[in-house]
T-cell receptor, first 111, second 114 residues
Framework: RKEVEQDPGPFNVPEGATVAFNCTYSNSASQSFFWYRQDCRKEPKLLMSVYSSGNEDGRFTAQLNRASQYISLLIRDSKLSDSATYLCVVTSGNQGGKLIFGQGTELSVKP | GAGVSQSPRYKVAKRGQDVALRCDPISGHVSLFWYQQALGQGPEFLTYFQNEAQLDKSGLPSDRFFAERPEGSVSTLKIQRTQQEDSAVYLC????????????FGQGTRLTVV
């Protein structure tokens, strides 16, 4: 079983739709949580950090449930430019801070 | 430059050939990571440096893989006697602290072993 698991998708949604991605992690010692975005043939880039209290950045909302070891990302009012792969990432304090990536969830927003 | 720089961007190697991939992290970044990304998969951890110390190499798939960062800045990932299964994109990332802040990635080196 992979340490970080995501539904690979693809998620095909129309412009303006709301879409949610979920992620689970197996290491209860995980300390930091992120969503990264990766465009086709490009490097991953940080989308947002995820905090226990939940956090919002414009159309994007991230939630963390430590008890269930579950992370989510909600995208409202999807744009064509949101089409990308979204990577769930965790770090563990007892592993030197290395980033552990999920497989990624592919999103395709259609006109 | 302002970002993480990797070279070469593309490398075609004949099976059995040795290759060396270079990473120039952001100046002053303490942490440096190497990842391997196969098509359709997320990046898989290979190894991690804090300054010149290699603190974790648990992800290196075999003893053909070797990484170094002798002066705590530039890092080299070396793959000896390349095999076809080594074909992937090799990503380097750096961060200012021990992974608790944003990690910045280079554009990667796409290695194809023929």
């Amino acid at each position: 079983r992979k340490e970080v698991e995501q539904d690979p998708g693809p998620f095909n949604v129309p412009e303006g739709a709301t879409v949610a991605f979920n992620c689970t992690y197996s290491n209860s010692a995980s300390q930091s949580f992120f969503w990264y975005r990766q465009d086709c043939r490009k490097e991953p880039k940080l989308l947002m950090s995820v905090y226990s209290s939940g956090n919002e950045d414009g159309r994007f909302t991230a939630q963390l449930n430590r008890a269930s070891q579950y992370i989510s990302l909600l995208i409202r009012d999807s744009k064509l430019s949101d089409s990308a792969t979204y990577l769930c990432v965790v770090t563990s304090g007892n592993q030197g801070g290395k980033l552990i990536f999920g497989q990624g969830t592919e999103l395709s927003v259609k006109p | 430059g302002a970002g993480v720089s990797q070279s070469p961007r593309y490398k075609v190697a004949k099976r059995g050939q040795d290759v060396a991939l270079r990473c120039d992290p952001i100046s002053g970044h303490v942490s440096l990571f190497w990842y391997q990304q196969a098509l359709g998969q997320g990046p898989e951890f290979l190894t991690y440096f804090q300054n010149e110390a290699q603190l974790d190499k648990s992800g290196l798939p075999s003893d053909r893989f070797f990484a170094e960062r002798p002066e705590g800045s530039v890092s080299t990932l070396k793959i000896q006697r390349t095999q076809q299964e080594d074909s992937a994109v090799y990503l380097c990332a750096s961060s200012s602290l021990r992974g608790n802040t944003e990690a910045f990635f280079g554009q990667g080196t796409r290695l194809t072993v023929v």
